[in-house]
T-cell receptor, first 112, second 114 residues
């Protein structure tokens, strides 16, 4: 039972434009969400997170939006750069748990 | 800065054999997590340890066992390997429990079962 879903396996964006990666979850107990970026042959690297008490968190070019009623979050990258090309994983957890539930990932390709 | 080290990086085994994967956390990190990522799938949490004690258990098969040693490194022991065990196994470490964004991942061990 997939509790975190990333329905777009891939996304291509022109350099300088906005990249929007989406993530949906089913478990209403999830209250902490993270985005990880993964390059080939490397482990996932933490990118940005958001707690359920917020609906937006911004860090430089990266912004995560959370819509609790829709159980949906998205990662915006503006402006997109070729170095952003990687697989992006959405992950979720609930208070008190230390494990993460991951989505299947979205491969972002930023075209120069 | 030192990162999480996993060894070996690649491992090929036959069905019914055993395998041991090792994880060396970032210095001073006391918590270790193991994840399994099958082909085309999301990473699945297996098990975690805090201060050498098991802290959380996920979808780890009974054929697998793990432990954390006094130097905080961890080993994942896999017995009676099956074809379906072929996957990328990630280890992550953190300092204490609670701040999930400080979970640092290793590069993974790719296990292939033939």
């Amino acid at each position: 039972d997939q509790q975190v879903k990333q329905n777009s396996p891939s996304l291509s964006v022109q350099e300088g434009r906005i990249s929007i990666l989406n993530c949906d979850y089913t478990n209403s107990m999830f209250d902490y969400f993270l985005w990880y970026k993964k390059y080939p042959a490397e482990g996932p690297t933490f990118l940005i997170s958001i707690s359920s008490i917020k609906d937006k968190n911004e860090d430089g070019r990266f912004t995560v939006f959370l819509n609790k009623s829709a159980k949906h979050l998205s990662l915006h990258i503006v402006p997109s750069q070729p170095g952003d090309s990687a697989v992006y994983f959405c992950a979720a957890s609930e208070t008190g748990a230390n494990n993460l539930f991951f989505g299947t990932g979205t491969r972002l390709t930023v075209i120069p | 800065a030192a990162g999480v080290i996993q060894s070996p990086r690649h491992l090929i085994k036959e069905k019914r054999e055993t395998a041991t994967l090792k994880c060396y956390p970032i210095p001073r990190h006391d918590t270790v997590y193991w994840y399994q990522q099958g082909p085309g799938q999301d990473p699945q949490f297996l098990i975690s340890f805090y201060e050498k004690m098991q802290s959380d258990k996920g979808s780890i098969p009974d054929r697998f066992s793990a432990q954390q040693f006094s130097d905080y490194h961890s080993e994942l022991n896999m017995s009676s390997l099956e074809l379906g065990d072929s996957a990328l196994y990630f280890c992550a470490s953190s300092l204490g429990q609670g701040d999930l964004d400080t979970q640092y991942f290793g590069p993974g061990t790719r296990l292939t079962v033939l």
